[in-house]
């Protein structure tokens, strides 16, 4: 693997993450991060249709006239995201019925469509597919991180199991109920981003 | 009468898109950086709101919903097109910004210029496709519930972003930690006002 084909999966890590960086995505990002497992779900759903869209729009890219993109994306889109909510109602119902409409959402989830238009419609298909990978996990990453403080903080779980100690509920350590709350989804992301450009001074904003 | 104003008032500020169910985030982090954008996005998000909410309840009540086709004919009437909500939900919305954008135009070049630039955006915007999605599963009986839920969402969801570009207006001159500056504190504040609009919750109306 080249080079530059190393840097398409590692960029969205870090300097070019989707949510801290190019504040992609951010609805789904913060809407289902209370636990662990609904966001590993979502960042699988999101990989494949990210990979899969990227894939079609890049073969279909000199066809497409330029006056109807969006429409063609939303359609190509729509249809993968279609294929992956019957997936999850016929496999997962419990997990599908939890992430209600942000499945669906998928589809305007400006990630997709912001890498669609800003790297599939002029790129080949093998490294659009790797910049859907990538991007797809410097998403899937982020949203990780913050489900993994929401859930252990909030409610002393990780994916669904106990991992704080009952001794330590008995020593007077309580749950943090209001990291279960929605605007502390928002104010953890926003420490994620601090931290992130402490460490990475260039790219502070001015 | 009474139950659509207790949907109004719900929907604007008990169920708001953007500090309950963060919907239409991008947009609303990308375009908040002045009060003048702000307000002209959020017209254009309550008026596309207001006509496609309905128009997709129709579609729903009439096309997609298991046994709707039922007004076709008894031999239609065990289909579920359920499956195809997404594609036909967005291509409503695609199509009817596109058809607004075009009447617009052509009636009201003062209110083209205003919201223009807005529209092709908001094909995109979570809060559209949102709009119509939770229309699907919160069961309205009528058009005329499910226009108000459109336009009363769409209120609430200019209300969010006005405030928060006012205050980004004003953040520029105070002194923030330099890795803080931007997009960290404009989600910090938001969550701060997520908290002070979750005092409407309780409200039982």
Redesign the interface.
């Known amino acids: 693997m080249s080079n530059t084909n190393r840097t398409l999966l590692s960029d969205p890590m870090d300097d070019n993450n989707p949510i ?1 960086v190019q ?6 990002a ?2 289902i991060t209370v636990q662990l497992k609904a966001a590993l779900v979502m960042s699988i759903s999101v990989m494949a249709v990210m990979a899969a869209s990227n894939v079609i729009i890049s073969m279909l890219r000199d066809l497409i006239p330029n006056r109807i993109r ?2 063609v994306q ?2 190509v889109v ?2 993968l ?2 294929l992956v ?2 997936v999850l109602r016929a496999y997962a119902y419990d997990i599908s019925k939890e992430l ?2 942000f499945i ?2 998928i ?4 990630i997709v ?1 912001g890498r669609l238009e800003a790297f599939a419609l002029g790129n080949g298909v093998w490294r659009s597919f790797l910049d859907g990978i990538g991007n797809a996990v410097g998403y899937g990453f982020i949203l990780i991180l913050v489900a993994f403080f929401r859930e252990l903080l909030g409610s002393g779980n990780l994916l669904g199991y106990q991992v704080i100690p009952d001794f330590v509920y008995e020593m007077g350590y309580e749950n943090n109920g209001l990291m279960l ?7 953890t ?3 994620i ?6 460490r990475n ?1 260039k790219l ?3 | 009468m009474i139950d659509y104003a207790n949907l109004f008032i719900k929907s604007i500020f008990i169920e708001n898109m953007i ?8 947009s609303y ?2 375009m908040s950086k002045t009060i003048k954008t702000s307000v002209g996005l959020g017209f254009a998000v309550i008026f596309v709101l207001t006509i496609t909410v309905p128009l997709n309840f129709l579609i729903d009540k009439y096309l997609l919903q298991a046994g709707a086709l039922s007004w076709v004919g008894p031999k239609y009437a065990e289909l579920n097109l359920d ?5 036909m939900f ?2 409503v919305i ?2 009817m910004v ?1 058809l607004v954008e075009m009447i617009v135009e052509k009636f009201s070049p003062a209110l083209y210029a205003a919201l223009g630039i807005f529209l ?1 955006l908001i ?4 809060a ?3 709009g119509s ?2 229309m699907q ?1 919160k069961y309205f009986s009528g058009i005329t519930e499910s226009a108000i839920y459109g336009f009363s969402s769409g209120i609430g969801w200019l209300l969010a972003i006005v405030a928060i570009a006012a205050i980004r207006e004003k953040i520029a001159y105070s002194n923030v ?12 504040i ?3 006002m ?2 002070g609009f ?1 005092s409407f919750m309780g409200i039982k109306i």
């Open positions: 801290t504040v992609l995505g951010i609805c789904s913060l809407a969006i429409i939303l359609v729509a249809s995201v279609a909510d019957q209600s409409i669906g959402l589809i305007t989830n400006c469509m709350l929605s605007p502390m989804a928002l104010i992301v926003g420490i981003i601090w931290i992130q450009r402490s001074r502070i904003e001015n | 500090f309950a169910y963060f919907l239409g985030m991008c982090l990308a499956f195809l909500s997404f594609i967005i291509a695609a199509s596109q092709p094909a995109v915007n979570c559209i496709l949102g999605l939770f599963i930690p330099a890795p803080l500056k931007g997009l960290g504190i404009t989600f910090i938001c969550g701060l997520a908290f979750m």
